[in-house]
């Protein structure tokens, strides 16, 4: 469907429709001042960014170092691939 390069140059609004169209949440975290959400698109994970007690998206960005997908390893729930 479309690259990371790409979809990080999309502006902002286009990349909310494009997530909000395709994209399959997985989980929220917080981080400092801002929730993130992780979302997957056809093999590319997603950070959207807002401030805490707010829904504005601030900040869209494709995942380029798989090592950040480590900080939502601990949230995930597992449990229902092993029923």
């Known amino acids: ?3 990371a390069l790409t979809y990080n140059s999309l502006p902002i609004d286009e990349k909310v429709e494009i997530l909000w169209r395709y994209g399959q949440y997985i989980e929220t975290i917080s981080e400092k001042k801002y929730d993130v ?4 698109i056809d093999g590319l994970y997603i950070e959207v960014f807002y401030p805490a007690n707010s829904n504005n998206v601030t900040d869209i960005r494709v995942i380029e170092d798989q090592s950040r997908l480590d900080r939502y390893a601990l949230t995930v729930d597992l449990d229902h691939l092993f029923i």
């Open 1 to 3: 469907m479309i690259d």
């Open 37 to 40: 959400s992780l979302y997957g």
